[in-house]
């Protein structure tokens, strides 16, 4: 039934298999090496001053699968929407996950899906992820390919990251709010209010430190990052969405910030 660990690649790391008729996911310790993308995290990290840069990879895949394992657990007492440990092997080889349904990046990325539709299942994800913060709690890296879409509502999936390693857990939920607005950028072409309705909705509920570390970040970079937009052939979006947090969180830094009201596990 299982891989033979010299056959495991990134593409293969996690598989879907049935089980007596039930989906259910086969993931496989792995960690990729990015030597590159280390040393240019390491030199922004230093040039800039800004923990958001370090890399958050745990390096020893086993003890990574154990740490995720640990993490869906704590998720999945605290009321979110995430798979369930199934089995593993005694030294963390593998291990088997309850399915969670589809990835938003799958559901929202369908050429015949309305964009309204689009617009609310990101809006959905956007308040969801900040449910998360609200409770103290962190994904590591919410791309929209790590969340899903189920009956539940949205669930949190590939959860290997430790950025607690490098940076504090404002830090952490500041990190994680750019990289899934960086990701929904592509849809932001198609609809320029998109970026600012993700934004507030993610502001009105995520906890005060998380909204002021988003703020800092995104000022701090605007400088090196707004301009990009303007380059012919140059990549728009980490542009685009500076320059929409540095206006759509104008209201929420401490002198104007009125109340901030907590929202229960809602995902």
């Keep these: 039934m299982f891989m033979d660990p010299a056959k495991i690649t990134a593409e293969n790391r996690a598989i879907m298999v049935d089980f007596n008729g039930a989906a259910i996911w086969e993931k496989y310790a792995f960690v990729k090496s990015h030597p590159v993308v280390g040393l240019l995290q390491t030199f922004a990290s230093a040039v800039s001053g800004m923990n958001i840069f370090k890399s958050s990879y745990i390096r020893d895949a086993r003890v990574a699968l154990e740490f995720e394992a640990g993490r869906l657990a704590e998720l999945r007492n605290a009321g979110f929407n995430a798979p369930k440990v199934l089995d593993h092997d005694a030294n963390w080889a593998w291990m088997t996950l309850s399915d969670m349904g589809?990835?938003?990046?799958?559901?929202?990325?369908?050429?015949?899906?309305?964009?309204?539709?689009?617009?609310?299942?990101?809006?959905?994800?956007?308040?969801?992820?900040?449910?998360?913060?609200?409770?103290?709690?962190?994904?590591?890296?919410?791309?929209?390919?790590?969340?899903?879409?189920?009956?539940?509502?949205?669930?949190?999936?590939?959860?290997?990251?430790?950025?607690?390693?490098?940076?504090?857990?404002?830090?952490?939920?500041?990190?994680?709010?750019?990289?899934?607005?960086?990701?929904?950028?592509?849809?932001?072409?198609?609809?320029?209010?998109?970026?600012?309705?993700?934004?507030?909705?993610?502001?009105?509920?995520?906890?005060?430190?998380?909204?002021?570390?988003?703020?800092?970040?995104?000022?701090?970079?605007?400088?090196?990052?707004?301009?990009l937009q303007y380059l012919p052939g140059g990549q728009p979006r980490a542009g685009v969405l500076i320059n929409a947090l540095v206006e759509g969180l104008q209201d929420r830094r401490p002198a104007a910030r009125g109340a901030v009201h907590k929202a229960g596990p809602r995902v």
Excluded: C
């Design 102 to 227: 589809d990835t938003v990046a799958h559901i929202v990325k369908k050429t015949d899906m309305e964009a309204e539709h689009r617009q609310n299942i990101l809006v959905r994800a956007a308040e969801s992820l900040a449910v998360l913060h609200g409770y103290g709690h962190y994904h590591g890296r919410p791309s929209m390919r790590d969340l899903t879409l189920n009956k539940r509502g949205i669930g949190f999936i590939d959860l290997e990251h430790n950025p607690l390693m490098v940076m504090s857990l404002a830090e952490t939920q500041a990190r994680d709010a750019f990289l899934f607005l960086l990701d929904a950028t592509w849809a932001e072409r198609d609809n320029p209010k998109l970026m600012p309705l993700l934004i507030a909705h993610y502001a009105k509920i995520a906890p005060p430190d998380a909204i002021e570390a988003l703020d800092r970040t995104a000022r701090a970079l605007r400088p090196i990052l707004a301009p």
